[in-house]
């Protein structure tokens, strides 16, 4: 069995300003890492995601992640936020063998302040 | 290309009545993945369906059902509903062994009075 930890509810970031969303895991067996994002009245779309390789991942619009497998963690960060960055953000984990399912976190709702 | 769909959008409903969601996946995509999201929480595996079986079923009671259909669409079903299953319903479809990517739907909110 899986399960995702995201300890932080609601991050208030100013604009142009850093921002770091923590994620850790637990996991019996290997598994795949992902962020999802929700924007208000949508589904969730996939950012990034980590299955093997390099332990730093970059999504398109300048988030990144790395692996961490002593500290079992997987933390989003984004150098400089915009605007258009606010939005529900949700870490989860699968199984690297058997069904699709994946286990999410509790998400973390990112708010942009001007 | 058109993405997952998924109707209605919105449902009310009262305690102890049925109801059923379905989902339209992309054109090619055989895996359909149906999710609960509870207002404040992340979304909870309820099944995976591939090729017309059930690949997964999560924590969830027998009232809840699903299935495939030869297009690769899906319905999910749920019986004597509870207030508890007011949610946001989402379904997912994906290639199997493609780049572990799942598509999701813009979901249907389920209001259960």
């Known amino acids: 069995a899986q399960s995702v930890t995201q300890l932080d509810s609601q991050v208030p970031v100013f604009e142009e300003a850093p921002v770091e969303l923590r994620c850790n895991y637990s996991s019996s067996v290997s598994v795949y890492l992902f962020w999802y994002v929700q924007y208000p009245n949508q589904g969730l779309q996939l950012l990034l995601k980590y299955l093997s390789g390099s332990t730093l991942v970059e999504s398109i619009n300048g988030f990144e992640a790395e692996f961490n497998k002593s500290q079992t963690s997987f933390h989003l960060r984004k150098p400089s936020v915009h605007i258009s960055d606010t939005a529900e953000y949700f870490c989860?984990?699968?199984?690297?063998?058997?069904?699709?399912?994946?286990?999410f976190g509790t998400g973390t709702r990112l708010t942009i302040i001007p | 290309d058109a993405g997952v769909t998924q109707s209605p959008t919105h449902l009310i409903k009262t305690r102890g009545q049925h109801v059923t969601l379905r989902c339209s996946p992309i054109?090619?995509?055989?895996?359909v993945s149906w999710y609960q999201q509870v207002l404040g929480q992340g979304p909870q595996f309820i099944f995976q369906y591939y090729e017309k079986e059930e690949r997964g079923r999560g924590n969830f009671p027998d009232r809840f059902s699903a299935r495939q259909f030869p297009n690769y669409s899906s319905e999910l079903n749920v019986n004597a509903l509870l207030l508890g299953d007011s949610a946001l319903y989402l379904c997912a479809s994906s290639f199997p062994g493609r780049d572990e990517k799942l598509f999701f739907g813009s979901g249907t909110q389920l209001s259960v009075l």
């Open positions: 054109s090619g995509h055989k895996s």
């Open positions: 989860a984990v699968k199984s690297n063998f058997g069904n699709e399912k994946l286990t």
